[in-house]
């Protein structure tokens, strides 16, 4: 199974600043010096120790993860902003997909947004299979393109479209087995799990983590214990989490703190605030990881931290 995330903010899209972009620049004049160019692997060398802030950024788009499995299927995880880049790379891949299977968390605009823009859609060829255990989905997606909020109705998307209510069974998708849970958000909102071969992964993006998610009970165990890969909301540090209690999203400390207790092998942390700029991400990060190498030492585990950032890729 292969993940890529192609939005990873949070709440409403985040492109960067031109302030910022500038700011990168003049950090990196600073800290230059002649050896840093004198060759190409000096260069190289040289970008390789700049913080991720300065090198890179965390990207803009909002949430939305590819997922391929090992049979090429493509799973699409949310229909954020982030779904314009993945279709972009479809093209410039060559890729013949036809059958896009996209599960959707819930329906806030952060989750949604790229699906009017979504070039398949508009294809007799293609077939598009949405996932939800909501009842109302197809009313509420249809609803998103009433006018006048998109010149174009739904109903004038060509593609074979089909909407797929899932129930508590496990769903089957190909060599794939999913299976959702609910999590506490605002509106309500689902996490998935998709297990393929000896490879587990699960989505939790906005998921407000309380205290009977920590619980061993059979259900949390079946669906978390020893995940290879679990991406959780972790959008604010402790005090913002504390502070903004019942909007609907996670501290990455307690993320660290949920994955710890599950024995997860990786947690990628994600829905990454709008308020915050890539200097405050990359800080998050470094706390983050200190706080994960003590508890890993305190409780004798082994997590792997790391952020979710736009165009990173897993493979499990
Ligand atoms: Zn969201
Ligand atoms: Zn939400």
Redesign the pocket.
């Known amino acids: 199974m292969q993940i890529r995330f192609w939005g990873v903010r ?2 409403c899209p985040t492109p960067l600043k031109p302030a910022e972009v500038t700011g990168k620049i003049s950090s990196i004049l600073q800290r230059i010096t002649p050896e840093d160019i004198a060759s190409p692997r000096a260069k190289e060398r040289f970008i390789a120790q700049l913080p991720l802030h300065l090198k890179s950024t965390t990207g803009g788009n ?2 939305c993860v590819e997922v391929r499995l090992e049979d090429n299927t493509l799973i699409i995880l949310d229909c ?1 902003s982030g779904l314009r880049s993945l279709y972009d790379n479809l093209v410039s891949d060559g890729d013949q997909i036809r059958d896009y299977h996209i599960f959707l968390t ?1 329906f ?1 605009y ?2 949604l947004v790229g699906m009017p823009f979504f070039t398949p859609l508009y294809d007799k060829n293609n077939r598009v299979h949405f996932y939800s255990p909501y009842g109302k989905m197809e009313k509420i997606v249809r609803e998103y393109f009433r006018k006048p909020y998109h010149p174009v109705p739904f109903d004038a998307f060509q593609a074979q479209i089909e909407f797929n209510v899932i129930g508590r069974e496990s769903l089957w998708l190909g060599p794939a087995k999913i299976d959702w849970v609910k999590r506490n958000h605002p509106d309500g909102s689902v996490a998935y799990r998709i297990e393929e071969g000896k490879g587990v992964f699960i989505f939790s ?2 998921t407000e983590l309380e205290e009977k998610n920590f619980k061993k009970t059979r259900k949390n165990i079946s669906f978390f214990q020893d995940a290879d890969v679990l991406v959780m909301d972790g959008q604010y540090d402790l005090t913002e989490a504390i502070d903004k209690m019942t909007w609907g999203h996670s501290s990455y400390s307690m993320a660290v703190e949920f994955a710890q207790e599950f024995d997860i092998k990786k947690l990628m942390i994600y ?1 990454h605030e709008p308020m915050n700029d890539d200097r405050q991400i990359d800080k998050y990060l470094k706390v983050a990881r200190t706080y994960t190498e003590m508890l890993n030492k305190k409780l004798g585990k082994k997590l792997i931290l790391d952020f979710a950032l736009e165009e990173g890729r897993i493979e499990l």
Do not use: E, K, R
Request: glycine letters at 16%.
């Open positions: 949070g709440s909002t949430a954020g819930h806030h952060d989750h993006t906005d829905h």
